[in-house]
C-alpha cells in the first residue's frame, strides 16, 4: 500500500539517505535493491560452505584416546586405522599402497593392514 508517508531512511546498500513510502522498505532504489539481494545469497552461500568446511575439519580431528587405544589393540586394520596408527593421513597411505611401497589384504572393497607388517615396514624405513 503507498500512502503519504516519507520516512527517512539509509539505503541498506548504499548508505545514502533517501526518503521511503513504506515502513518496510530497505533501498533507495531497485537497483540497490537487487544488488543487496545478490549480496546477501553471496553472503549465505559463503557462510553454507564456510559451515561445511568447519563440519569437516571437525569430523577429521575426531580422534579421541579412546579411539587410539581400541586401535593399539587391533591386529588387523583398516587403511583409516592404519593411517591414524602410523600418524600420516589416510591419503598418503593410500599413495603407498598403490604404488607398491606397502602390501594389504584387500577384504571386499576394504584395504587391512596385518599390524605387524604395519610394524615392519615403518622399521625398514627407519
Ligand atoms: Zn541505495
Not at 545469497?41 to 552461500?45: A, H, I, L, T, V
Not at 593411517?83 to 598418503?92: C, E, R, Y
Not at 607398491?100 to 589384504?105: A, D
Given at each position: 500500500m503507498?500512502?503519504n508517508?516519507?520516512i527517512?531512511?539509509n539505503?541498506?546498500y ?8 513504506k515502513t518496510?522498505?530497505?533501498t533507495?532504489?531497485?537497483n540497490c535493491?537487487k544488488?543487496l539481494?545478490?549480496?546477501n ?5 559463503i557462510q553454507?560452505?564456510e559451515?561445511i ?20 589393540c587391533?591386529e588387523?586394520l583398516?587403511?583409516?586405522?592404519a ?10 597411505l593410500r599413495?603407498w599402497?598403490?604404488a ?6 584387500k577384504?571386499?572393497?576394504k584395504h587391512?593392514?596385518n599390524?605387524?607388517i604395519l610394524?615392519?615396514?615403518?622399521d625398514?624405513?627407519?
Open positions: 503507498s500512502s508517508m516519507n527517512l531512511k539505503c541498506a548504499c548508505r545514502i539517505e533517501f526518503f521511503a513510502k518496510t522498505t530497505k533507495c532504489s531497485d535493491a544488488r539481494y545478490k549480496q545469497q553471496r553472503n549465505q552461500k553454507h560452505t559451515t568446511a568447519e563440519i569437516q575439519r571437525n569430523n577429521s580431528t575426531l580422534i579421541t584416546e579412546a579411539d587410539i587405544k581400541v586401535i593399539q587391533k588387523h583398516t587403511l583409516k586405522e593411517a591414524i596408527l602410523i600418524n600420516i593421513s589416510a591419503l598418503t599413495r599402497v598403490l607398491g611401497k606397502l602390501n594389504s589384504v577384504v571386499g572393497k587391512m593392514f599390524r605387524s610394524s615392519a615396514f615403518i625398514s624405513q627407519i
